[in-house]
């Protein structure tokens, strides 16, 4: 089927509304992106994964009539994860844990791209696994933009709605983030 | 028998798992009028905020005013302890606190989060000074003031402030509401907000002055003692003005006039001579040329 059949989000809601077993397909859609995302933010577990994302589905349900259609509807489907994740490490006490080594190629993209500019230059290929760890130290909120930015791949807008914070602080946030991240990055001795 | 869904293992079974779920737990989706009633709800508080943070500092204002500026080189020492002592700090406690809940309240809103803090609080700030300044034009910082008056005894009008700092004493300032007046014997007896009566002699102050005095009309003095005589010696009265102030130009124009008083006064207590009243007015020369 060719995208251009493929219903938008906003048919899979207003079908969910009046047929709830089409849901399914907005399930269907979304649950390898956040399942994912649920990973990169540090849920390794394959159990409290799927409870996660049972839980961000059932939320999605609940808060369908919610959905305003001038957002995008995956930046609020994301949001919802982003908050359940978040409630899954304070009910559970633990921090995140597990790494984004699956990401390799990815970290390598994001060392390689513009934003990186200004960060200390090292040999690529062997200091992916360096990267990861330092990504595994940072602070929750800088880990959680690297993550939404350079692994996720979204816009400073979307970031915006899915942390729920000013648009104009994204910006700002992801240098903080990055600043810190070359600190982690020096502190565990790049090789030249 | 356990009726709760087995929890699925596998992902390929997530949407069976949630939409039995969904079935077992009969969840359906919140009512959109919901959400919307919320969002109205949440601007609503916002613009009450503004609105009523607004009056806050319009009643603020009206107290600022009319707490006695037009006279403070005669009631205090400077501008600086005057301001201290005449802040009315609890409605602009209560402005900063609803400018503070207008600001969660547009932060909780569908889009607020969108805006940086400083842009909130700075168009806030705005709104609610320009509201601010409008309700005090209208006169609504005057009626809300003289309302908590009513029904509020421990609530200290503004007027009533500066009757306090008019009383003193000590240094021979009295003010409060004339209670007889007899021109025969040239007395005049005052009742002030400490609850005392006194009885000032009114031989050495001018009949323009005497004219302007009514029973239960409002009245400051300036009042020496005398050795031989028992009451007190009326040097110069002043009949405030009723009616609140506006704005600066009002309290300037209020301030002029008087200044204009004082100084005809000064003139007179030099012509005669006046020992007694000139030592008790001259302290005040701040304000007399």
Same mark, same amino acid.
Not at chain 1, 36 to 47: A, S, T
Not at chain 1, 59 to 66: A, F, G, I, K, S
């Given at each position: ?42 849920v390794q577990n394959p159990e409290d994964i799927l409870d996660i994302l049972q839980e961000i589905f059932i939320n999605v349900y ?131 | ?29 919140? &009512?959109?009028?919901?959400? +919307? =009633?919320?969002?109205?709800? @949440?601007?609503?508080?916002? !613009? $009450?905020?503004?609105?009523? %943070? #607004? ?39 209560l402005f900063a606190m609803l400018l503070f809940f207008g600001l969660y309240t547009f932060r909780k809103t569908k889009t607020g989060?969108?805006? &940086?803090?400083?842009?909130? +609080? =700075?168009?806030?700030?705005? @709104?609610?000074?320009?509201? !601010? $300044?409008?309700?005090?034009? %209208? #006169? ?77 009309g409002r009245v400051h003095l300036f009042a020496t003692s005398s050795e031989s005589v028992e009451r007190l010696i009326a040097c ?54």
């Amino acid at each position: 089927m060719s995208q251009e059949n493929e219903p938008s989000d906003q048919d899979l809601i207003r079908l969910s509304l009046i047929e709830k077993n089409s849901f399914s397909m907005i399930i269907a859609r979304y649950e390898e992106p956040l399942s994912r995302y649920i990973r990169r933010l540090g849920v390794q577990n394959p159990e409290d994964i799927l409870d996660i994302l049972q839980e961000i589905f059932i939320n999605v349900y609940r808060n369908l009539n919610e959905f305003d259609a001038s957002f995008k509807f995956s930046s609020w489907v994301y949001r919802i994860a982003h908050n359940e994740t978040i409630n899954f490490f304070r009910k559970r006490r633990v921090r995140p844990e597990g790494h984004l080594a699956e990401n390799g190629e990815n970290i390598l993209k994001f060392i390689e791209s513009e934003e990186w500019r200004g960060g200390p230059s090292f040999d690529t290929s062997l200091n992916a696994e360096v990267i990861n760890e330092a990504i595994d130290a940072l602070d929750e909120k800088y880990r959680e933009i690297i993550v939404l930015r350079f692994f996720e791949h979204k816009e400073y807008d979307e970031i915006s709605d899915i942390l729920k914070i000013p648009t104009g602080s994204v910006g700002t946030l992801i240098h903080r983030a990055k600043k810190r991240l070359f600190e982690k990055i020096d502190i565990n001795k790049i090789a030249l | 028998m356990n009726n709760t869904p087995q929890k699925e293992t596998n992902h390929d079974s997530l949407a069976k798992g949630v939409l039995a779920r969904i079935e077992h737990d009969a969840i359906k989706p919140t &009512s959109k009028s919901l959400f +919307v =009633f919320k969002n109205f709800s @949440l601007w609503g508080l916002w !613009g $009450l905020a503004l609105i009523l %943070g #607004g009056l806050a500092l319009s009643v603020a204002l009206f107290s600022e005013l009319n707490s006695g500026w037009e006279s403070y080189e005669i009631t205090h020492p400077n501008a600086f302890i005057f301001f201290i002592q005449s802040f009315p700090l609890l409605w602009m406690f209560l402005f900063a606190m609803l400018l503070f809940f207008g600001l969660y309240t547009f932060r909780k809103t569908k889009t607020g989060y969108r805006y &940086s803090l400083l842009i909130i +609080v =700075f168009s806030g700030l705005v @709104l609610t000074i320009i509201g !601010g $300044l409008l309700f005090q034009g %209208g #006169g609504f910082g005057a009626q809300t003031e003289a309302l908590l008056s009513r029904f509020l005894p421990y609530y200290v009008p503004a007027l009533h402030m500066r009757e306090s700092f008019w009383l003193q004493p000590e240094r021979g300032l009295y003010s409060g509401i004339v209670t007889a007046i007899d021109t025969e014997r040239m007395e005049l007896s005052v009742q002030s907000a400490d609850g005392a009566t006194r009885t000032f002699l009114t031989d050495r102050i001018p009949e323009e002055q005497i004219e302007n005095i009514t029973e239960g009309g409002r009245v400051h003095l300036f009042a020496t003692s005398s050795e031989s005589v028992e009451r007190l010696i009326a040097c110069h009265i002043l009949t405030p003005e009723e009616g609140g102030l506006k704005t600066l130009a009002d309290v300037g124009g209020r301030r002029q006039r008087i200044l204009d008083a004082l100084e005809k006064r000064a003139g007179q207590l030099i012509d005669t001579d006046d020992i007694p009243c000139e030592t008790i007015m001259m302290p005040r020369g701040r304000m007399m040329r």
